[in-house]
Protein backbone atom coordinates (compact mmCIF):
# COMPACT_ATOMS: atom_id res chain seq x y z
CA UNK A 1 0.00 0.00 0.00
CA UNK A 2 2.94 2.15 0.74
CA UNK A 3 4.45 1.45 -2.27
CA UNK A 4 1.37 2.54 -4.12
CA UNK A 5 0.97 5.86 -2.42
CA UNK A 6 4.32 6.63 -3.24
CA UNK A 7 3.86 5.62 -6.86
CA UNK A 8 0.35 7.78 -7.34
CA UNK A 9 1.88 10.80 -5.81
CA UNK A 10 4.84 10.77 -8.30
CA UNK A 11 2.44 10.72 -10.99
CA UNK A 12 0.69 13.68 -9.50
CA UNK A 13 3.62 15.77 -9.38
CA UNK A 14 4.37 14.35 -12.82
CA UNK A 15 1.20 15.93 -14.07
CA UNK A 16 1.44 18.90 -12.60
CA UNK A 17 4.95 19.90 -13.50
CA UNK A 18 3.86 18.74 -17.35
CA UNK A 19 0.95 20.85 -17.03
CA UNK A 20 3.08 24.05 -15.43
CA UNK A 21 5.41 23.54 -18.60
CA UNK A 22 2.65 23.61 -20.66
CA UNK A 23 0.85 26.38 -19.46
CA UNK A 24 4.27 28.22 -19.45
CA UNK A 25 4.79 27.26 -23.25
CA UNK A 26 1.11 28.37 -24.27
CA UNK A 27 2.01 31.64 -22.19
CA UNK A 28 5.58 31.83 -24.31
CA UNK A 29 4.06 31.14 -27.60
CA UNK A 30 1.33 34.07 -27.22
CA UNK A 31 3.55 36.46 -25.89
CA UNK A 32 5.58 36.11 -29.10
CA UNK A 33 3.01 35.99 -31.82
CA UNK A 34 0.60 38.94 -30.25
CA UNK A 35 3.32 41.28 -30.62
CA UNK A 36 3.17 44.51 -31.96
CA UNK A 37 4.60 45.12 -35.19
CA UNK A 38 4.51 48.65 -34.10
CA UNK A 39 3.28 50.55 -31.83
CA UNK A 40 2.00 54.60 -32.85
CA UNK A 41 1.85 57.44 -31.06
CA UNK A 42 -0.62 59.98 -32.78
CA UNK A 43 -1.80 63.39 -32.81
CA UNK A 44 -4.45 62.54 -30.68
CA UNK A 45 -2.31 61.16 -27.92
CA UNK A 46 -3.46 57.55 -29.19
CA UNK A 47 -1.39 54.28 -28.85
CA UNK A 48 -2.05 52.78 -32.00
CA UNK A 49 -0.80 49.14 -32.43
CA UNK A 50 -0.31 47.18 -35.34
CA UNK A 51 -0.35 43.98 -35.11
CA UNK A 52 1.69 42.87 -38.44
CA UNK A 53 3.17 45.58 -41.30
CA UNK A 54 0.25 47.27 -42.93
CA UNK A 55 -0.51 46.05 -47.03
CA UNK A 56 -3.03 47.61 -47.40
CA UNK A 57 -3.24 51.77 -46.49
CA UNK A 58 -5.77 54.68 -46.49
CA UNK A 59 -5.37 58.08 -46.23
CA UNK A 60 -7.60 60.82 -46.08
CA UNK A 61 -5.61 63.59 -47.02
CA UNK A 62 -3.71 63.99 -50.39
CA UNK A 63 -0.93 65.43 -48.43
CA UNK A 64 -0.20 62.12 -46.90
CA UNK A 65 0.71 60.83 -50.50
CA UNK A 66 3.97 62.07 -50.63
CA UNK A 67 6.38 61.52 -47.72
CA UNK A 68 3.90 58.06 -47.23
CA UNK A 69 5.46 57.19 -50.60
CA UNK A 70 8.76 58.53 -49.94
CA UNK A 71 9.58 56.15 -47.03
CA UNK A 72 8.05 53.33 -49.05
CA UNK A 73 4.53 53.03 -48.14
CA UNK A 74 1.59 52.58 -51.14
CA UNK A 75 -2.07 52.84 -50.58
CA UNK A 76 -5.39 51.23 -51.89
CA UNK A 77 -7.55 53.96 -50.76
CA UNK A 78 -7.19 58.16 -51.04
CA UNK A 79 -9.39 61.20 -51.08
CA UNK A 80 -10.07 62.82 -54.43
CA UNK A 81 -7.49 65.96 -55.27
CA UNK A 82 -7.71 67.99 -57.78
CA UNK A 83 -3.88 69.57 -56.79
CA UNK A 84 -1.73 67.10 -55.25
CA UNK A 85 -2.34 63.56 -57.38
CA UNK A 86 0.62 61.63 -57.54
CA UNK A 87 0.74 59.65 -60.64
CA UNK A 88 1.48 56.66 -58.34
CA UNK A 89 -1.75 56.66 -56.27
CA UNK A 90 -4.20 57.42 -59.24
CA UNK A 91 -5.19 54.00 -59.34
CA UNK A 92 -6.10 53.67 -55.64
CA UNK A 93 -9.46 53.73 -55.06
CA UNK A 94 -11.70 56.92 -53.93
CA UNK A 95 -12.61 57.54 -50.58
CA UNK A 96 -14.47 60.62 -51.62
CA UNK A 97 -13.30 63.91 -50.74
CA UNK A 98 -11.51 65.11 -48.17
CA UNK A 99 -14.16 66.80 -45.77
CA UNK A 100 -16.74 63.99 -46.96
CA UNK A 101 -14.82 60.94 -46.42
CA UNK A 102 -17.77 57.92 -47.15
CA UNK A 103 -16.78 55.55 -44.56
CA UNK A 104 -17.98 52.69 -46.94
CA UNK A 105 -15.35 53.24 -49.42
CA UNK A 106 -13.27 53.02 -46.45
CA UNK A 107 -14.23 49.79 -44.88
CA UNK A 108 -14.74 48.51 -48.60
CA UNK A 109 -10.78 48.74 -49.23
CA UNK A 110 -10.47 46.20 -46.50
CA UNK A 111 -7.51 48.54 -44.85
CA UNK A 112 -4.99 46.97 -42.55
CA UNK A 113 -5.09 51.00 -41.04
CA UNK A 114 -6.54 54.33 -41.77
CA UNK A 115 -4.04 57.77 -41.37
CA UNK A 116 -6.99 60.51 -40.92
CA UNK A 117 -6.28 64.57 -40.84
CA UNK A 118 -6.94 65.73 -37.44
CA UNK A 119 -9.10 68.37 -37.06
CA UNK A 120 -11.43 67.36 -40.14
CA UNK A 121 -12.08 63.30 -40.29
CA UNK A 122 -11.81 62.72 -36.55
CA UNK A 123 -15.95 60.93 -36.68
CA UNK A 124 -14.42 58.01 -38.94
CA UNK A 125 -12.11 56.80 -35.44
CA UNK A 126 -15.19 54.97 -33.80
CA UNK A 127 -16.69 53.02 -36.70
CA UNK A 128 -13.32 52.43 -38.04
CA UNK A 129 -12.26 50.84 -34.67
CA UNK A 130 -15.08 49.01 -34.11
CA UNK A 131 -14.37 46.96 -37.01
CA UNK A 132 -11.36 46.11 -35.89
CA UNK A 133 -9.15 48.70 -38.13
CA UNK A 134 -6.42 50.57 -36.56
CA UNK A 135 -6.59 54.38 -37.03
CA UNK A 136 -3.77 57.10 -36.75
CA UNK A 137 -5.12 60.73 -36.38
CA UNK A 138 -2.27 62.68 -37.50
CA UNK A 139 -1.28 66.72 -38.34
CA UNK A 140 0.55 67.63 -41.30
CA UNK A 141 0.84 71.56 -40.88
CA UNK A 142 4.06 73.15 -39.55
CA UNK A 143 7.74 71.72 -40.36
CA UNK A 144 7.66 70.25 -37.28
CA UNK A 145 4.38 68.47 -37.72
CA UNK A 146 5.84 67.17 -41.07
CA UNK A 147 9.01 65.51 -39.43
CA UNK A 148 6.89 63.74 -36.68
CA UNK A 149 4.50 62.50 -39.61
CA UNK A 150 7.45 61.33 -41.79
CA UNK A 151 9.07 59.60 -38.71
CA UNK A 152 5.37 58.09 -37.75
CA UNK A 153 4.73 56.97 -41.79
CA UNK A 154 8.60 55.18 -41.79
CA UNK A 155 7.58 53.48 -38.61
CA UNK A 156 4.40 52.16 -40.45
CA UNK A 157 6.47 50.70 -43.01
CA UNK A 158 9.38 50.02 -41.62
CA UNK A 159 11.66 52.22 -42.92
CA UNK A 160 12.73 54.58 -40.12
CA UNK A 161 16.43 54.80 -41.61
CA UNK A 162 14.55 56.43 -44.60
CA UNK A 163 12.41 58.38 -42.53
CA UNK A 164 15.35 60.17 -40.44
CA UNK A 165 17.47 60.17 -43.93
CA UNK A 166 14.85 62.60 -45.26
CA UNK A 167 14.13 64.52 -42.06
CA UNK A 168 18.15 65.24 -41.59
CA UNK A 169 18.19 66.29 -45.90
CA UNK A 170 15.07 68.41 -45.16
CA UNK A 171 16.39 70.25 -42.13
CA UNK A 172 20.39 70.97 -43.85
CA UNK A 173 18.48 72.74 -46.87
CA UNK A 174 16.53 75.04 -44.30
CA UNK A 175 19.49 75.79 -42.53
CA UNK A 176 21.31 77.08 -45.85
CA UNK A 177 18.32 79.22 -46.94
CA UNK A 178 18.57 80.95 -43.23
CA UNK A 179 21.72 81.43 -43.26
CA UNK A 180 22.10 82.88 -46.67
CA UNK A 181 19.26 85.35 -44.87
CA UNK A 182 20.66 88.84 -44.07
CA UNK A 183 19.84 89.68 -40.21
CA UNK A 184 17.39 92.08 -40.24
CA UNK A 185 14.20 91.68 -38.98
CA UNK A 186 10.75 92.49 -40.45
CA UNK A 187 7.30 93.04 -39.29
CA UNK A 188 5.07 90.96 -41.75
CA UNK A 189 1.18 90.35 -42.02
CA UNK A 190 -0.21 87.34 -44.40
CA UNK A 191 -3.67 87.82 -45.36
CA UNK A 192 -5.96 85.39 -46.59
CA UNK A 193 -7.96 86.45 -49.37
CA UNK A 194 -11.55 84.45 -50.34
CA UNK A 195 -14.86 85.22 -52.03
CA UNK A 196 -15.96 85.90 -48.79
CA UNK A 197 -13.23 88.44 -47.84
CA UNK A 198 -10.15 88.69 -46.19
CA UNK A 199 -8.73 87.15 -42.62
CA UNK A 200 -5.28 87.32 -41.02
CA UNK A 201 -3.02 84.24 -40.88
CA UNK A 202 -1.50 83.62 -37.45
CA UNK A 203 1.51 81.65 -36.51
CA UNK A 204 -0.33 78.39 -36.64
CA UNK A 205 -1.02 78.18 -40.22
CA UNK A 206 1.95 77.16 -42.94
CA UNK A 207 2.47 80.63 -44.07
CA UNK A 208 2.70 82.27 -40.46
CA UNK A 209 5.07 79.45 -39.42
CA UNK A 210 7.66 79.76 -42.34
CA UNK A 211 7.88 83.07 -41.55
CA UNK A 212 8.72 81.97 -38.11
CA UNK A 213 11.39 80.08 -39.21
CA UNK A 214 13.05 83.12 -41.30
CA UNK A 215 13.27 84.95 -38.17
CA UNK A 216 10.58 87.72 -38.99
CA UNK A 217 7.73 89.00 -36.48
CA UNK A 218 4.08 88.04 -37.53
CA UNK A 219 2.12 91.71 -36.84
CA UNK A 220 -0.81 89.36 -35.62
CA UNK A 221 0.95 87.53 -32.67
CA UNK A 222 -1.36 87.56 -29.68
CA UNK A 223 -4.75 88.57 -32.51
CA UNK A 224 -7.56 86.11 -31.31
CA UNK A 225 -8.28 83.50 -33.50
CA UNK A 226 -11.68 82.86 -34.70
CA UNK A 227 -14.15 80.56 -33.25
CA UNK A 228 -13.50 78.04 -36.41
CA UNK A 229 -10.08 78.34 -37.69
CA UNK A 230 -7.67 78.70 -34.50
CA UNK A 231 -4.93 79.13 -37.09
CA UNK A 232 -6.54 82.41 -38.83
CA UNK A 233 -7.89 85.88 -37.03
CA UNK A 234 -10.77 88.13 -38.56
CA UNK A 235 -9.36 91.23 -40.82
CA UNK A 236 -9.57 94.66 -40.31
CA UNK A 237 -7.97 97.33 -42.12
CA UNK A 238 -7.99 100.12 -39.31
CA UNK A 239 -5.96 97.09 -37.24
CA UNK A 240 -3.86 96.41 -40.26
CA UNK A 241 -3.26 100.31 -40.42
CA UNK A 242 -2.36 100.06 -36.83
CA UNK A 243 -0.06 96.81 -37.10
CA UNK A 244 2.12 98.75 -39.33
CA UNK A 245 3.45 95.79 -41.32
CA UNK A 246 6.61 95.95 -43.99
CA UNK A 247 5.94 93.13 -45.92
CA UNK A 248 2.30 91.43 -46.84
CA UNK A 249 2.04 88.40 -47.95
CA UNK A 250 -1.35 87.68 -49.33
CA UNK A 251 -2.26 83.11 -49.50
CA UNK A 252 -5.42 82.27 -51.85
CA UNK A 253 -7.23 79.34 -53.27
CA UNK A 254 -6.62 80.12 -57.28
CA UNK A 255 -4.63 81.36 -60.10
CA UNK A 256 -2.11 83.62 -58.52
CA UNK A 257 -2.82 86.44 -61.39
CA UNK A 258 -6.55 86.77 -60.63
CA UNK A 259 -5.85 86.99 -56.70
CA UNK A 260 -3.56 89.60 -57.75
CA UNK A 261 -6.35 91.52 -59.71
CA UNK A 262 -8.90 91.17 -57.04
CA UNK A 263 -6.59 92.88 -54.06
CA UNK A 264 -5.19 95.25 -56.15
CA UNK A 265 -8.93 96.28 -57.00
CA UNK A 266 -9.62 95.90 -52.94
CA UNK A 267 -6.24 98.33 -51.99
CA UNK A 268 -7.60 101.04 -54.83
CA UNK A 269 -10.69 101.22 -53.52
CA UNK A 270 -9.29 102.17 -50.30
CA UNK A 271 -7.42 105.02 -49.55
CA UNK A 272 -6.29 104.28 -46.28
CA UNK A 273 -3.74 100.86 -47.07
CA UNK A 274 -1.59 103.66 -49.03
CA UNK A 275 -0.53 104.36 -45.06
CA UNK A 276 0.33 100.86 -44.46
CA UNK A 277 4.65 101.05 -45.20
CA UNK A 278 4.27 97.31 -47.29
CA UNK A 279 1.46 98.89 -50.12
CA UNK A 280 4.01 102.54 -49.74
CA UNK A 281 6.62 100.17 -50.85
CA UNK A 282 5.24 97.35 -53.04
CA UNK A 283 6.25 94.91 -50.50
CA UNK A 284 3.52 92.83 -51.03
CA UNK A 285 3.73 89.42 -52.64
CA UNK A 286 1.68 86.30 -53.74
CA UNK A 287 2.14 82.90 -52.04
CA UNK A 288 1.23 79.63 -54.13
CA UNK A 289 -1.73 77.29 -52.82
CA UNK A 290 0.54 74.31 -53.18
CA UNK A 291 3.36 75.25 -50.91
CA UNK A 292 1.38 77.59 -48.17
CA UNK A 293 -2.61 76.94 -48.11
CA UNK A 294 -2.09 72.77 -48.86
CA UNK A 295 0.92 71.34 -46.69
CA UNK A 296 3.95 71.49 -48.65
CA UNK A 297 5.17 68.09 -47.07
CA UNK A 298 9.05 66.86 -48.07
CA UNK A 299 8.54 70.46 -49.86
CA UNK A 300 9.18 72.72 -46.66
CA UNK A 301 12.44 73.96 -47.92
CA UNK A 302 11.17 74.84 -51.44
CA UNK A 303 8.38 76.64 -49.31
CA UNK A 304 10.89 78.20 -47.20
CA UNK A 305 13.43 79.58 -49.86
CA UNK A 306 10.47 80.94 -51.34
CA UNK A 307 9.31 83.01 -49.28
CA UNK A 308 12.84 84.43 -48.42
CA UNK A 309 13.73 84.60 -51.91
CA UNK A 310 10.18 87.10 -52.50
CA UNK A 311 12.01 89.24 -50.10
CA UNK A 312 15.41 88.85 -51.27
CA UNK A 313 15.38 87.61 -54.94
CA UNK A 314 19.47 89.08 -55.33
CA UNK A 315 20.42 86.33 -52.54
CA UNK A 316 18.24 83.11 -53.70
CA UNK A 317 18.64 84.26 -57.82
CA UNK A 318 19.90 81.53 -59.50
Known sequence: MKKMLTAALACLMLVCLLAGCGTQAGKDSSGGSGSAFAVLKDDAGREVALP????????????????????????????????????YAKNAASVGQVYQIDVEK???????????????NEKLVQTLESNNIPVAVVDMKSYEDVKRELRLFAQITGEKEQ???????????IKEVQEKLPREKHRVAILHSTNQGLSVQ?????????????????????????????????YSLETLVEQNPEIIFVTSMGKIEEIKKNMQQVIEENPAWQTVPAIRANRIYYL???????????????????????????????
Open 163 to 173: GEKIVSGMDSK
Open 288 to 318: PQDLFLLSPGIHYPEAVEMMASLVYPEVFRK
Open 202 to 234: LEGSIAGSIAAMLGWENVASGMTPMEKNPDAAP
Open 106 to 120: VLSCNPDIVIVNKGM
Open 52 to 87: KKPERIVVTSASFLEPLHEVGGSVVGRPDSKTKMPD
